[in-house]
């Protein structure tokens, strides 16, 4: 691969002068737990939330990024000759460090480009609407024999609106069955267009009390539970998804808020429980940053099951694992 063509992965094209893109960081195609069937989950990057067990830190903020894996990091210095601003630093004991003040992405990339170890990935590209969808329609045959699609996620989709309506639209377009995940932190003036476009909605509930929710997030509950319920007046079939970490929402008390709130919903067909995992702690490092939940057990299966058994008091169906 020349140096060129990796830098257009992710560098605005010239030619994309007036064209809509948008920056994403990801596709996972073969999905079987992000809606019906065999999908493909395209992630969006950007979110307004600031979970503290984020398993995707590479998607918070809406640009390409850095990861550097140091255990791949041979040490032979190719990314600091490359460099046009001499912003990467080897230092003893850490591999190189970025000073991202002076680093020029997304109009570089020279440092990926040279890195042969792989111990630098630069996550995030600008795309237009129909190379996402392009994408998406590469496994057409399967959702077609499975009833599956694309699913729209992040990050927090409704963070570029106006890709993804184009996106939802589009899809829709190619007759394709659309979902997407979503916080529901938006603005129900962002979200209700690109509703018209969508079948189906996976909704993450993370607290039910609005201060506790801030501190866990950033952000209060009020505007997430009030979408929701909006969202439901629609019609929309709604899984809700809880993701469950030990210590933080797992209180009999929220647990029992949760549920009730959820059965009175009309649409929802069920409350899917996401147990905590560990598996994105090492992205934190990797993007320099300090894992808030370092060291946290995640819970034994048991343990798992009796805490979902509380909300299976409640008239809705609960499933661990979504
Ligand atoms: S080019 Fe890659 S392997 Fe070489 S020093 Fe830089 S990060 Fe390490
Ligand atoms: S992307 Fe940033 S760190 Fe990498 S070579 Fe370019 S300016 Fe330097």
């Known amino acids: 691969m020349t140096m060129r063509k990796r830098f257009q992965l992710f560098r605005p094209k010239a030619a994309d002068n007036g064209r809509l893109l948008g920056v994403v960081s990801d596709f996972q195609r073969f999905s079987i737990h992000d809606g019906p069937g065999i999908r493909t989950i395209v992630f ?5 939330l600031r979970c503290q067990w984020c398993q995707n830190p590479e998607s918070m903020l809406a640009r390409p990024e850095i990861l550097y894996i140091r255990n791949n990091c041979i040490g032979c210095n190719l990314c600091q000759e490359a460099c046009p601003t001499h912003c990467i630093e ?15 992405l997304p109009l570089c990339g020279a440092c990926q480009a040279v890195c042969y170890a792989n111990a630098i990935n630069i996550c995030g590209r600008y795309l237009g609407v129909d190379e996402v969808l392009e ?25 570029q609106p106006g890709f993804l309506l184009a996106l939802a639209a589009g899809a829709k377009d190619r007759g394709l069955h659309t979902a997407i995940e979503t916080c529901g932190q938006a603005d129900w003036e962002v979200m209700e267009p690109v509703l ?8 993450d509930l993370k607290h039910m009390d609005p201060e506790t929710h801030r501190q866990l997030t950033g952000v209060d509950n009020r505007r997430i539970l009030d979408n929701l319920r909006r969202i439901d007046r629609l019609g929309l079939p709604i899984r809700v998804r809880l993701p469950l970490v030990p210590g933080r929402n797992d209180s009999p008390e929220n647990l029992r808020a949760t549920a009730a709130f959820v059965a009175e919903l009309t649409h929802v067909e069920a409350l899917d ?13 990797q993007l320099d940053k300090d894992y808030p939940l370092h060291g946290l057990a995640p819970y034994t299966k048991d343990a798992v099951f009796a805490l979902a058994a509380i909300m299976e008091a409640y008239p809705i169906e609960v499933t661990v694992g979504g």
């Open 44 to 48: 969006l990057k950007g979110c307004p």
């Open 90 to 104: 080897a230092v003893s004991g850490r591999g190189i460090v970025i000073d991202k003040a002076a680093c020029l």
């Open 135 to 159: 994408e998406v329609e590469l496994d057409r045959e399967f959702y077609d024999r499975s009833g599956g699609g694309v699913t729209f996620s992040g990050g927090e989709p409704f963070a």
């Open 196 to 203: 018209a476009h969508l079948d189906m909605v996976l909704y």
């Open 273 to 285: 429980v996401l147990p905590y995992h560990r598996m994105g702690e090492p992205k934190w490092g």
